[in-house]
């Protein structure tokens, strides 16, 4: 079945220590991206990407980083700069098709990550 | 400003009833597509309906349909015959159909379906 899977369901992270999330697609959908989601909030975008070596940042970007090095693939880790990271966080990715139901956003399960 | 506006964070409705979550965006362009997607507590979110600015007709997917009034700006999403599984929160979406393929997200709204 094509989808997107996120790893690890939950992760926690030790204070100046960066961790990495992991965002697997074999939808074949060309743009990928990440948001956060903090408790009773809606999603606010972290980066995206349209294509392989090309991300663009989103509203808050500042102490994430991401790679594009393969269509499939668009690991997000959150840097020590981060300093608030406990958020749920989502992947998702789109074709870029306009005008009909399919340019909708498919979205992985999930990773839950907290501070310990 | 606000590209979704999301009003109601919480709603009760009676089981078998309907229920209709407001949902305003803001965008000058003229191409644009309006989504909503549930999310139980589990986390996940599941596309529910889409609604293009060109489209004529409302949208409808089973027991969802979107109420598209193009002019106040606003794509509220009817639930009808509620169900207990419907208890969950819902977010409006909207993505503007020039370059830069962001996705905007309101805040969204909590429903119980009560039995």
């Known amino acids: 079945d094509g989808g997107i899977t996120q790893s690890p369901k939950y992760l926690f992270r030790k204070e100046g220590q960066n961790v990495t999330l992991s965002c697997e697609q074999n939808l074949n959908h060309d743009a990928m991206y990440w948001y956060r989601q903090d408790p009773g909030q809606g999603l606010r975008l972290i980066y995206y990407s349209q294509i392989v070596n090309d991300f663009q940042k989103g509203d808050i970007a500042e102490g994430y980083s991401v790679s594009r090095e393969k269509k499939e693939s668009f690991p997000l880790t959150v840097t020590s700069a981060q300093k608030n990271p406990t958020a749920f966080y989502l992947c998702?990715?789109?074709?870029?098709?306009?005008?009909?139901?399919?340019?909708?956003?498919?979205f992985g399960s999930g990773t839950q990550l907290s501070v310990l | 400003a606000q590209k979704i506006t999301q009003t109601q964070p919480g709603m009760f409705v009676q089981e078998k009833e309907a229920v209709t979550l407001d949902c305003t965006y803001d965008t000058s362009d003229p191409s644009y597509g309006l989504f909503w997607y549930k999310q139980p507590s589990s986390g996940e979110m599941i596309f529910l309906i889409y609604?293009?600015?060109?489209?004529?007709q409302n949208a409808t997917e089973g027991r969802y349909s979107l109420n598209f009034q193009k002019a106040r700006k606003s794509a509220n999403l009817v639930i009808s015959a509620s169900q207990l599984g419907d208890s969950a929160m819902y977010f409006c979406a909207m993505r503007e159909g020039r370059a830069g393929n962001q996705f905007y997200f309101g805040t969204g709204t909590s429903l119980t379906v009560i039995p």
């Open positions: 609604q293009g600015s060109y489209d004529q």
């Open positions: 998702a990715s789109s074709i870029d098709e306009r005008g009909t139901t399919n340019e909708k956003l498919f």
